[in-house]
Nanobody, 118 residues
Framework: QVQLVESGGGLVQPGGSLRLSCAAS????????MGWYRQAPGKPRQLVAA???????NNADSVKGRFTISRDNDKNTVSLQMNSLKPEDTAVYYC????????????WGQGTQVTVSS
């Protein structure tokens, strides 16, 4: 059974920091590309940051210089360090795992709410 369990969301003031974590099970984590997406009310889900199995990172322009994605293949976790948070970062953040070359799977976590407000 595949599980992607996010944690670390919450309420933070503008300029503050949060660290999201996603614990994966039931997938071959080391060959999976991992990503964080977010969805604000009334808007489509959008990529925030992704890290491939090989360690290549892709960040959305809106978070460059503020957010950092990382992965730990020994612990099957992917994290998103979010600094200098802005109100426009408010959204539900989703963990994503995909492998398109051999096993062809894609899974989503249940989401964690991040609210940036004073």
């Amino acid at each position: 059974q595949v599980q992607l369990v996010e944690s670390g969301g919450g309420l933070v003031q503008p300029g503050g920091s949060l660290r999201l974590s996603c614990a994966a099970s039931g997938i071959i984590f080391s060959i999976s590309d991992m990503g964080w997406y977010r969805q604000a009310p009334g808007k489509p889900r959008q990529l925030v940051a992704a890290i491939t199995a090989g360690g290549t990172i892709n960040n959305a322009d809106s978070v460059k210089g503020r957010f950092t994605i990382s992965r730990d293949n020994d612990k099957n976790t992917v994290s998103l360090q979010m600094n200098s948070l802005k109100p426009e970062d408010t959204a539900v953040y989703y963990c994503n795992a995909r492998e398109i070359a051999i096993f062809k799977y894609e899974y989503w976590g249940q989401g964690t709410q991040v609210t940036v407000s004073s």
